[in-house]
């Protein structure tokens, strides 16, 4: 291991050439701050309910050691009543049909939910900030409001919805992962906060995500790192670290992540749930705190989590559909959601990258590409393999893309507390050419380069009458925490802007049948970056880790990939998150 | 005259601060470059058909003193017989109609327009190439399609359609007014040049365009000025500047023209025919050939010109739904055109801008608000006088975005020939900031402060149920040849990403009646630019010179603009431009 481990730290720091990280940290001026992080800790950990906390069975540390499966363990050490998970285990649409049928009522729900989520802070530090109090007022209210009504207040009424902590929050902190932001009050909600609101949905929890908001992994100044629910000895993916946890142990109905470079889609697939990446600015991510204001070459998005391809839809439909967004923000597409029925099997053409030539897969990962392509031929789709071109020079575009300013925006954001910079914050902080500052003639060949990629890919898509491409979403399971370098199979989507959605298969990891074949070990690797990403996964450390893959389409068909992932997800492969 | 020329050249050059002009114009290597301007003249003047050449009652040059109106001419003149003038005095669909139904041939009306457009061209300067033959073989082939098949080839069958020399044509030189550019022969049809030819529209002339694109006039290195066709002394304006003319002339039945600045609306309305700039990605740039090749803070889009509203919804939505810009051009939106009825006028709120607080519209210009407006409140419209907030932000903002790349673009393009710059290309250079190249950060800024300025105009319409903006299109009816100064009221819908109709008022400026009235001369004014401006109103120089206005929407709502449009033009001011 510790040959091992020497191995990784030189391997990465030989990765780390274009950034000095000077102008970063100061131990000095970060001293004025370690108050107030404490402070913002003690009021998490005073936000637990005494009838929410968890007496676990073992020291954390062992259960750590144990690769405790927490849902599993949720289950079995029967830490919620069965009214607690009947009503917990029910998609959003159920949980609002039985709100407006009169069988529970919004309170009920939130209780149930609040319980749950609370719990699932505990075994993964999935909480930025808990505040039960004022949700649970929240949900009286519906409940008043129905009374009263005699009808619900909108399609969310009483839904849970865990939230990024990066968006706006009214009269709340939102750091986004910077310390420097810690006296950071929102003045209202973000407009995704507010729609939602609107929509009837209560809220109750503020999800983790690491500095920078730039990893797939959760590490920050604020709290320890958020844990996978189904191994807590693995990351819980990122940037929305919090949003993948609660979501999969069942603590929030639906989840809001943000995805620049995978961040929905990392966090859902490594924690086991389903996550949409959608086409850019089909969701408003006006009053959201992020160092990208104004970048245009390859913006963020936001998108939801779930644990049914079904409220995935219901999620997108009701926001978009009466909640307007372009009503409140002008970048907001004035595009409704189609109604797009599930497609037949036979009807479609997927292309599949088993590999994206820049990072080799591991033994899971493969194995979930192999049981799904499978199924799918079974059912009559017609799968064609694909290499994709220029995945390279996408993701060096890409990179360049996040780092162009020269990181000029986030050492900002860094050196105004001067904290201690993470692992992995030093490693986004490379990307691309580091601290080199382009010229916007520089910045824009970066987009003439990724449009020609886009019409590279749509050119193939309409040419071969491809209608999804499926991959892998990254090329391990769920990584030991901070150990996750390379994400060239998510950042792909983003720069293309496929919507893409992050789906469970319904396989875990397998430490018996997942291994390295012994051709496997004769590999050459084709860079460090893979030599780095591949040493990493030993499969004795991986396990029950969710197995997921990645569903993208052409651009602005957001409904046709959650259709098919449907078609996919619930009557192929036949995945039920909901237990 | 010449008291009044020197103050102009004083006030021009006072403004004219933020550019050196250094590394542009070089006299020696533009010599090579003159013999290939000559040759691509003689071509242009040898394509001119012996039959379609125009005997000018006296020398042209008079005819510019007289400030004839050209369209007057041709019908009192003659020069097209009655068969000519009712084909090319048909909408487009009207055309297609009749072709559909045996009455006409695509030849038929491809001599018609072709004979038209040769005309305009004589009295107006506004083809840069002409290539009858070849039209005409694609109308024949056209026909022999139609023959065989019994059925048009699609729903712009025989439809003669103009091109602004921009978007590149497969196999002819595509320079987009830099003199550098004259050896690029595009390899490819535009996508969008593509689309028309696939749904059959037939070409035979490409039209005129400034130096760098960036002028609302027509000045470069490879033909004297565009005029307006109803008053030859006057501008018809740019940069779609051919455009404009030869639409309005009758030579076309649809243009396409560009627009990042005014370029589609200002040709229109100093022409005399109507202009849609669609919001942003509407219909596919691809294939053009600009300086703004991956610049995304205020992107150029293509839009039609027309001598009716209705084509305007024609092509857009044949060009759309039919066209399938997305399945070529991933950067265009998956977005249909929606079939939105006519409002009824008691419906619409209307918010009019009377004067930006930049620069006081002329005579003739407030005089068509006054008129369009009590006709639209005698029709039942509902007006709200509207100040329009942060003008000048929006002017300025707008305005560094043109050049934040330090116009390093425009000198990489200009220098490559050191073709002499235009009176206007310095103008342009030196918007912003000129030469100076700002950083990433700094363009990032400029694109918050443009979104901030979006959900401000959104915001107030939303609030104030507001449909629609009226306004002026620019601060005067068409300037002479090279006084444009100004594009304030144009640009403010560029920022906005606002689709933005510019439409006909039916009026037409009077000496007589425009003048400045007595409060006018006691006016303090309110900068130098506005001063420079309203000097160049003389009523006696803008004889018959069209008065056209501008109805702008929320983003995305061309469809809703362009219903608007039918009800205001045809119903409500009952403009009739096909004589």
């Given at each position: 291991?510790?040959?091992?481990?020497?191995?990784?730290?030189?391997?990465?720091?030989?990765?780390?050439?274009?950034?000095?990280?000077?102008?970063?940290?100061?131990?000095?001026?970060?001293?004025?701050?370690?108050?107030?992080?404490?402070?913002?800790?003690?009021?998490?950990?005073?936000?637990?309910?005494?009838?929410?906390?968890?007496?676990?069975?073992?020291?954390?540390?062992?259960?750590?050691?144990?690769?405790?499966?927490?849902?599993?363990?949720?289950?079995?050490?029967?830490?919620?009543?069965?009214?607690?998970?009947?009503?917990?285990?029910?998609?959003?649409?159920?949980?609002?049909?039985?709100?407006?049928?009169?069988?529970?009522?919004?309170?009920?729900?939130?209780?149930?939910?609040?319980?749950?989520?609370?719990?699932?802070?505990?075994?993964?530090?999935?909480?930025?900030?808990?505040?039960?109090?004022?949700?649970?007022?929240?949900?009286?209210?519906?409940?008043?409001?129905?009374?009263?009504?005699?009808?619900?207040?909108?399609?969310?009424?009483?839904?849970?919805?865990?939230?990024?902590?990066?968006?706006?929050?009214?009269?709340?902190?939102?750091?986004?992962?910077?310390?420097?932001?810690?006296?950071?009050?929102?003045?209202?909600?973000?407009?995704?906060?507010?729609?939602?609101?609107?929509?009837?949905?209560?809220?109750?929890?503020?999800?983790?995500?690491?500095?920078?908001?730039?990893?797939?992994?959760?590490?920050?100044?604020?709290?320890?790192?958020?844990?996978?629910?189904?191994?807590?000895?693995?990351?819980?993916?990122?940037?929305?670290?919090?949003?993948?946890?609660?979501?999969?142990?069942?603590?929030?109905?639906?989840?809001?992540?943000?995805?620049?470079?995978?961040?929905?889609?990392?966090?859902?697939?490594?924690?086991?749930?389903?996550?949409?990446?959608?086409?850019?600015?089909?969701?408003?991510?006006?009053?959201?705190?992020?160092?990208?204001?104004?970048?245009?070459?390859?913006?963020?998005?936001?998108?939801?989590?779930?644990?049914?391809?079904?409220?995935?839809?219901?999620?997108?439909?009701?926001?978009?559909?009466?909640?307007?967004?372009?009503?409140?923000?002008?970048?907001?597409?004035?595009?409704?959601?189609?109604?797009?029925?599930?497609?037949?099997?036979?009807?479609?053409?997927?292309?599949?990258?088993?590999?994206?030539?820049?990072?080799r897969p591991s033994p899971p990962i493969r194995r979930g590409v192999d049981t799904v392509v499978k199924k799918?031929?079974?059912?009559?789709?017609?799968?064609?393999?694909?290499?994709?071109?220029?995945?390279?020079?996408?993701?060096?575009?890409?990179?360049?893309?996040?780092?162009?300013?020269?990181?000029?925006?986030?050492?900002?954001?860094?050196?105004?507390?001067?904290?201690?910079?993470?692992?992995?914050?030093?490693?986004?902080?490379?990307?691309?050419?580091?601290?080199?500052?382009?010229?916007?003639?520089?910045?824009?060949?970066?987009?003439?380069?990724?449009?020609?990629?886009?019409?590279?890919?749509?050119?193939?898509?309409?040419?071969?009458?491809?209608?999804?491409?499926?991959?892998?979403?990254?090329?391990?399971?769920?990584?030991?925490?901070?150990?996750?370098?390379?994400?060239?199979?998510?950042?792909?989507?983003?720069?293309?802007?496929?919507?893409?959605?992050?789906?469970?298969?319904?396989?875990?990891?397998?430490?018996?049948?997942?291994?390295?074949?012994?051709?496997?070990?004769?590999?050459?690797?084709?860079?460090?970056?893979?030599?780095?990403?591949?040493?990493?996964?030993?499969?004795?450390?991986?396990?029950?880790?969710?197995?997921?893959?990645?569903?993208?389409?052409?651009?602005?068909?957001?409904?046709?990939?959650?259709?098919?992932?449907?078609?996919?997800?619930?009557?192929?492969?036949?995945?039920?998150?909901?237990?």
């Amino acid at each position: 291991m510790t040959d091992h481990k020497s191995i990784e730290d030189a391997l990465f720091e030989s990765l780390l050439t274009k950034e000095t990280f000077e102008g970063y940290e100061d131990p000095e001026k970060f001293k004025q701050y370690i108050p107030k992080i404490e402070q913002y800790k003690k009021e998490l950990q005073d936000a637990i309910l005494d009838e929410y906390k968890v007496d676990f069975p073992k020291p954390i540390d062992e259960l750590v050691e144990e690769q405790l499966d927490a849902v599993d363990y949720l289950y079995k050490a029967k830490l919620l009543t069965p009214e607690e998970i009947k009503i917990t285990d029910s998609s959003a649409s159920e949980i609002v049909q039985n709100i407006a049928e009169g069988r529970w009522t919004a309170v009920q729900v939130f209780k149930a939910f609040a319980h749950r989520g609370t719990i699932a802070h505990q075994f993964t530090n999935c909480a930025h900030q808990l505040f039960v109090d004022e949700g649970l007022k929240q949900a009286q209210k519906l409940d008043d409001y129905q009374k009263k009504n005699g009808k619900l207040i909108g399609p969310l009424h009483g839904v849970p919805i865990s939230l990024k902590e990066q968006s706006g929050y009214k009269g709340k902190i939102t750091h986004a992962g910077y310390v420097g932001l810690i006296d950071n009050i929102s003045p209202k909600h973000s407009v995704t906060t507010q729609i939602l609101s609107d929509l009837g949905a209560v809220f109750y929890i503020r999800t983790t995500q690491p500095q920078t908001l730039m990893h797939l992994c959760s590490g920050n100044n604020f709290s320890e790192k958020t844990k996978c629910p189904f191994n807590i000895a693995l990351s819980s993916g990122g940037s929305s670290s919090g949003e993948g946890a609660v979501v999969s142990f069942g603590g929030s109905a639906i989840g809001i992540g943000s995805d620049i470079g995978g961040s929905v889609r990392s966090p859902a697939a490594f924690s086991g749930c389903h996550g949409l990446r959608p086409t850019t600015r089909r969701l408003s991510t006006l009053g959201g705190v992020s160092s990208g204001a104004g970048q245009e070459s390859v913006p963020a998005v936001y998108g939801p989590l779930t644990r049914t391809i079904g409220d995935i839809d219901y999620m997108m439909k009701t926001y978009i559909n009466e909640g307007h967004p372009w009503d409140y923000d002008a970048w907001s597409f004035y595009m409704p959601w189609r109604e797009v029925p599930k497609p037949q099997a036979t009807d479609l053409t997927i292309a599949v990258i088993r590999d994206d030539e820049l990072v080799r897969p591991s033994p899971p990962i493969r194995r979930g590409v192999d049981t799904v392509v499978k199924k799918l031929k079974e059912a009559g789709v017609d799968i064609i393999e694909f290499t994709p071109p220029n995945t390279e020079l996408a993701y060096e575009t890409v990179n360049k893309m996040y780092c162009c300013d020269g990181n000029e925006k986030q050492r900002e954001l860094l050196a105004k507390s001067g904290e201690p910079l993470q692992k992995l914050t030093k490693w986004s902080l490379n990307y691309g050419e580091g601290a080199r500052n382009y010229s916007i003639q520089e910045n824009r060949k970066l987009n003439t380069i990724r449009d020609a990629l886009r019409n590279e890919y749509n050119d193939f898509m309409v040419q071969n009458k491809v209608d999804f491409i499926l991959s892998p979403v990254y090329n391990n399971v769920a990584p030991r925490p901070g150990q996750v370098y390379n994400w060239s199979y998510t950042t792909l989507f983003n720069i293309l802007d496929f919507p893409t959605l992050a789906f469970q298969t319904g396989l875990k990891q397998d430490p018996e049948i997942d291994v390295w074949t012994e051709e496997d070990q004769k590999y050459n690797f084709r860079s460090k970056l893979e030599q780095l990403e591949n040493n990493n996964y030993k499969p004795e450390n991986f396990k029950h880790a969710p197995i997921a893959l990645q569903l993208s389409g052409r651009r602005y068909r957001d409904e046709e990939v959650v259709a098919a992932g449907k078609l996919i997800v619930d009557d192929i492969l036949k995945v039920n998150l909901l237990h």
